[in-house]
């Protein structure tokens, strides 16, 4: 190995050493999944089967349908599709503009996030060659204040993630967000996704092709009533994940003798 390279391995490992002992030394581990559990076990050779595994939450009053949304029940050609977070490899995009193509005017879509330039010049090319680039808006970088409104404005949130180690054991937030914001949410049918989404209760799960996310969108569009009762599902999911009962579970594993008036800060 290079000089660089024996330096990185040195580096990582006293990282590693360090973090072992800090689990070693811990009361209470709070993991955001059991995927993280199991993994965080094997990589240090640890028995962390006492640690709580508690998800992440969502602020329902900042992310909350604006008042008169469209709904459901009310769903017109084109829909808009709505794309929040980062943009690159297993992010699923070139199946979404590909959907564009194969779905005809059916959709819109809206893309908030940044990424590598080398990667968004791809995708633009890519929806240039499909001939729908009119029918992509490119937000860019979008503060997180800015993301409740843009929620509001939008018919579908998807997530259109591949399936990849990492995601597998990873939280989908942003399935909380897209939620409380009253949208219908469309994502692929990997494990994180299932983890919040029951499949056309309170979101659709699709098989991460053009064809999948063609007829998911369709479903909307020919079952309004379906399109309707998800959106208030996933309002109700969103709901019951609240910071505030997140941070009451947070407290009742760290303090579990206490009561919720005094476990809670």
Same mark, same amino acid.
């Given at each position: 190995?290079?000089?660089?390279?024996? #330096? &990185?391995?040195?580096?990582?490992?006293?990282?590693?050493?360090?973090?072992?002992?800090?689990?070693?030394?811990?009361?209470?581990?709070?993991?955001? /999944?059991?995927?993280?559990?199991?993994?965080?076990?094997?990589?240090?050779? #640890?028995?962390? &089967?006492?640690?709580?595994? +508690?998800?992440?939450?969502?602020?329902?009053?900042?992310?909350?349908?604006? %008042?008169?949304?469209q709904?459901?029940?009310?769903?017109?050609?084109?829909?808009?599709? /709505?794309?929040?977070? !980062? #943009?690159?490899?297993?992010?699923?995009l070139?199946?979404?503009?590909?959907?564009?193509?194969?779905?005809?005017? /059916?959709?819109?879509?809206?893309?908030?996030? =940044?990424?590598?330039?080398?990667?968004?010049?791809?995708?633009?090319?890519?929806?240039?060659?499909?001939?729908?680039? =009119?029918?992509?808006?490119?937000?860019?970088?979008?503060?997180?204040?800015?993301?409740?409104?843009?929620?509001?404005?939008? %018919?579908?949130?998807?997530?259109?993630?591949?399936?990849?180690?990492?995601?597998?054991? !990873?939280?989908?937030?942003k399935?909380?967000?897209?939620?409380?914001?009253?949208?219908?949410?469309?994502?692929?049918?990997?494990?994180?996704?299932?983890? #919040?989404?029951?499949?056309? %209760?309170?979101?659709?799960?699709? %098989?991460?092709?053009? /064809?999948?996310?063609? !007829?998911?969108?369709?479903?909307?569009?020919?079952?309004?009533?379906?399109?309707?009762? +998800?959106?208030?599902?996933?309002?109700?999911?969103?709901?019951?994940?609240?910071? &505030?009962?997140?941070?009451d579970?947070?407290?009742?594993?760290?303090?579990?003798?206490?009561?919720p008036?005094?476990?809670?800060?």
């Amino acid at each position: 190995m290079s000089p660089v390279e024996r #330096l &990185s391995v040195m580096i990582w490992a006293g990282y590693a050493a360090a973090v072992k002992v800090a689990l070693q030394r811990c009361d209470q581990v709070t993991c955001l /999944t059991e995927g993280i559990r199991q993994v965080t076990e094997q990589e240090y050779g #640890l028995d962390l &089967s006492s640690a709580t595994v +508690i998800g992440m939450g969502v602020d329902t009053e900042t992310f909350e349908p604006a %008042d008169g949304r469209q709904t459901g029940d009310s769903f017109s050609r084109p829909l808009t599709v /709505t794309y929040v977070g !980062s #943009l690159g490899a297993a992010r699923g995009l070139p199946h979404v503009i590909e959907a564009l193509a194969e779905c005809g005017e /059916t959709f819109e879509f809206h893309i908030a996030g =940044d990424g590598q330039s080398g990667y968004i010049d791809a995708m633009q090319a890519k929806a240039v060659k499909l001939g729908v680039a =009119d029918q992509i808006v490119w937000y860019g970088r979008v503060p997180h204040s800015d993301v409740p409104g843009l929620l509001t404005r939008t %018919d579908v949130a998807i997530s259109p993630l591949e399936d990849i180690e990492s995601y597998r054991i !990873s939280y989908p937030a942003k399935l909380l967000e897209y939620m409380a914001a009253g949208a219908v949410v469309m994502a692929t049918d990997i494990p994180p996704h299932q983890r #919040l989404i029951t499949d056309g %209760d309170n979101g659709l799960l699709y %098989d991460g092709t053009a /064809t999948g996310l063609c !007829s998911a969108i369709e479903q909307c569009l020919d079952d309004p009533a379906l399109a309707g009762q +998800i959106e208030r599902t996933a309002r109700e999911t969103a709901e019951a994940h609240d910071w &505030s009962t997140v941070v009451d579970k947070h407290a009742a594993a760290l303090f579990p003798t206490a009561t919720p008036n005094q476990a809670t800060p």
